[in-house]
T-cell receptor
């Protein structure tokens, strides 16, 4: 079946611009996660949704980052006033339930010039 | 918070030989330890996981061992094949769910034909 889908696969933006990254989880998965992966590093936790609500957003680096999941399915990660340090691969994952294994998408590579 | 260290950072083995990757964690409350395989341009793919109430788990050529006392866990791949070449990440999580994984820095495994 279809896996986690992330769009766009690549995004290049100028410093100071606003970007939105989209995640379509596996159908029926109630939990959704955003991670960020810098070059040569492991993924770092950003935020976790159980249903529509953000159950844990402790990994968001600052208030320029925000994520929503209004209908409990698709999620959007929003970054305001982008900085060059925001350049990374943003990974989305979903799981059937809170304690089920995570399935990752292929990520969105964000480059801030 | 949790800190996960992973060694080695690179590993080359002859096809057919075994490969071992080791990780240590700092938070004694961690209770879930997944291993992910990541190929170039793709998201991490779960290959095996273990919970803290189990000391060892095996799935065909892949096995994971956990030593809670020493706070370390290892991935063992036997009879390696060229398609095993990838970057492997260990991770650890505390609490009931798997939402907040802390990843190691990865091991680039190269299988030499």
């Amino acid at each position: 079946g279809a896996g986690v889908s992330q769009t766009p696969s690549n995004k290049v933006t100028e410093k100071g611009k606003y970007v939105e990254l989209r995640c379509d989880p596996i159908s029926g998965h109630t939990a959704l996660y955003w991670y960020r992966q810098s070059l040569g590093q492991g993924p770092e936790f950003l935020i976790y949704f159980q249903g529509t609500g953000a159950a844990d957003d402790s990994g968001l680096p600052n208030d320029r980052f925000f994520a929503v999941r209004p209908e409990g399915s698709v999620s959007t990660l929003k970054i305001q006033r982008t900085e060059r340090g925001d350049s990374a691969v943003y990974l989305c994952a979903s799981s059937l339930r809170q304690n089920s294994p995570l399935h990752f998408g292929n990520g969105t590579r964000l480059t801030v010039t | 918070g949790e800190n996960v260290e992973q060694h080695p950072s690179t590993l080359s083995v002859q096809e057919g030989d075994s490969a071992v990757i080791k990780c240590t964690y700092s938070d004694s409350a961690s209770n879930y330890f997944p291993w992910y395989k990541q190929e170039l341009g793709k998201g991490p793919q779960l290959i095996i996981d273990i919970r803290s109430n189990v000391g060892e788990k095996k799935d065909q050529r892949i096995a994971v061992t956990l030593n809670k006392t020493a706070k370390h866990f290892s991935l063992h791949i036997t009879e390696t094949q060229p398609e095993d070449s990838a970057v492997y990440f260990c991770a650890a999580s505390t609490g009931f769910g798997n939402e907040k994984l802390t990843f190691g820095t990865g091991t680039r495994l190269t299988i030499i034909p």
